[in-house]
């Protein structure tokens, strides 16, 4: 069964920056995608980030966040990282991870809009980030 469990959010002031965490376990083959997703009040969650563990160098962006936000990942501990800087009020959300073997090969979707909730199929239970003075 795989698991997800994430870690990091809190409160932090505009311009700063914070780390999520999400640790990821059970999947069989070591062959999967991990996007980072958020969703603020009254929006639809938004998927921001992936990084995928067939290359080191798929990772993929969406527009809101390019070179803001950075996804790492350690793969002897299977954590991947959001690191999140120059943090605004509008990135405030709660931040989701997700991970699905079947989207192994289709990061690049996080930068062309194109992914939807529905593409990952296992998700970790979301962690609150808010950007204020």
């Known amino acids: 069964q795989v698991q997800l469990v994430e870690s990091g959010g809190g409160l932090v002031q505009p311009g700063g920056s914070r780390k999520l965490s999400c640790a990821v376990s059970g999947f069989t083959s070591g062959y999967y995608a991990t996007g980072w997703f958020r969703q603020a009040p009254g929006k639809e969650r938004e998927g921001i980030a992936c990084s995928s563990t067939i290359d080191a160098e798929s990772t993929s962006y969406a527009d809101s966040v390019k070179g803001r936000f950075t996804v790492s990942r350690d793969s002897a501990k299977n954590i991947v990282y959001l690191q999140m800087s120059s943090l605004k009020p509008e990135d405030t959300a709660v931040y989701y991870c997700?991970?699905?073997?079947?989207?192994?090969?289709?990061?690049?979707?996080?930068?062309?809009?194109?992914?939807?909730?529905?593409?990952?199929?296992?998700w970790g239970q979301g962690t609150q980030v808010t950007v204020s003075p």
């Open positions: 997700a991970a699905d073997a079947a989207f192994v090969r289709l990061c690049f979707l996080f930068s062309k809009d194109g992914v939807e909730e529905s593409d990952f199929s296992s």
